[in-house]
């Protein structure tokens, strides 16, 4: 069964930091990966989705790469803000009964002015 | 253009009453999924439609729950019976197809009491 890990659960900043954000899998067999955001009392709203077969993806001031051997994935946000503070979810969809999305618990984030 | 609907925004509802929960997914997007989010659990999946037919349900919790999608477009959510455990955030998200990108929306909060 796959299991979606977040390290750390929450993190707070100050404005201007360079952060990082740890998803770790326990099959590699995934179809892809995808990146979410949640702001309290809101749904999700999507961030990055890299496939099987990338090693990153870019958005803006995210970076998310893709170590699916190891069953690792980063977030990196660089110079956060303070609009930055939401929750981060990260979650896999397995390459078997691949409709579906594995979720992490997430980690959530505080970025202070 | 318009994202993801959901109906209610919020329901409370009493201990034993039955709760329908509505969908409207993004037009065009032909797979839908419902998720439950609640605080011991994280995000879970629940059920996957593509077209009006619903090949995965293997994350509905009990016979209580059950779905329907009606015209490849809306779909309907009924809990019947409601219990306490079944607070949660209820979430529905759209894709063009099976395995695109998931959009999100904002979920509807289930309150029974």
Same mark, same amino acid.
């Given at each position: ?113 | ?60 919790? #009990?016979?209580?729950?059950?779905? $329907?999608?009606?015209? +490849?477009?809306?779909?309907? =959510? *009924? ?15 759209? #894709?063009?197809?099976?395995?695109? $990108?998931?959009?999100? +929306?904002?979920?509807?909060? =289930? *309150?029974?009491?």
């Amino acid at each position: 069964k796959q299991e979606v890990t977040q390290i750390p659960a929450a993190l707070s900043v100050p404005e201007g930091e360079n952060l990082v954000l740890n998803c770790s899998f326990t099959d590699s067999a995934i179809y892809n990966l995808q990146w979410f955001r949640q702001d309290p009392g809101k749904g999700l709203t999507s961030l990055l989705l890299i496939q099987s077969s990338q090693r990153e993806q870019t958005s803006g001031r995210l970076n998310a790469s893709l170590d699916k051997s190891s069953g690792r994935s980063t977030l990196y946000i660089a110079a956060s803000q303070p609009g930055d503070s939401a929750t981060y979810l990260c979650a896999v969809r397995p390459n078997t009964g691949f409709q579906k999305l594995v979720f992490g618990t997430g980690t959530r984030l505080l970025v202070s002015p | 253009g318009a994202g993801v609907s959901q109906s209610p925004s919020n329901k409370v509802t009493e201990k034993g009453k039955d709760v329908e929960l509505r969908c409207d997914p993004i037009s065009g997007h032909t797979a839908l999924y419902w998720y439950r989010q609640s605080l011991g659990q994280g995000l879970e999946f629940l059920i996957y439609f593509q077209g009006n037919s619903a090949p995965d349900k293997s994350g509905l919790p #009990s016979d209580r729950f059950s779905a $329907e999608r009606t015209g +490849g477009s809306v779909s309907t =959510l *009924t809990i019947q019976r409601t219990q306490q455990e079944d607070s949660a955030v209820y979430l529905c998200a759209s #894709s063009l197809s099976s395995p695109y $990108e998931q959009y999100f +929306g904002p979920g509807t909060r =289930l *309150t029974v009491t």
